[in-house]
Nanobody, 125 residues
Framework: RVQLAESGGGTAEAGGSLTLSCTAS????????IAWFRQAPGKEREGVAS????????YYGDSVKGRFTVSRANAKHTVRLQMRNLKPEDTGMYYC??????????????????WGQGTQVTVSS
């Protein structure tokens, strides 16, 4: 059974940094999409970043480009999301998700059947 375990959420001040980790298990890690989504109260789920473990392809949502960076520890089946220059609007529940095929929509949640439980990120102003 596919499992995605997130860690690293917490509280940071505006301008600060946090790093989230997602460790995948229960399937072959290679050649999969692993993505980060976030959802703030009262808002729709938003694609933050999405990476393909088969090569170096990574996509970022417009609101986080230049501030968030994805890195991978493939031997550990782990994808990390390094978040810098955090803003209060980055606050939300962050979810790790995975898919075998995103059909050219790497930042759309409907293409991801496997989800973690989420980790809360709170950025204070």
């Amino acid at each position: 059974r596919v499992q995605l375990a997130e860690s690293g959420g917490g509280t940071a001040e505006a301008g600060g940094s946090l790093t989230l980790s997602c460790t995948a298990s229960g399937y072959t890690y290679a050649r999969k999409w692993i993505a980060w989504f976030r959802q703030a109260p009262g808002k729709e789920r938003e694609g933050v970043a999405s990476t393909y473990t088969g090569d170096d392809t990574t996509y970022y949502g417009d609101s986080v480009k230049g501030r968030f960076t994805v890195s991978r520890a493939n031997a550990k089946h782990t994808v990390r999301l390094q978040m810098r220059n955090l803003k209060p609007e980055d606050t939300g529940m962050y979810y790790c998700a995975s898919s075998f095929d995103v059909e050219s929509r790497p930042l759309e949640s409907r293409g991801f059947p496997f989800w973690g439980q989420g980790t809360q990120v709170t950025v204070s102003s």
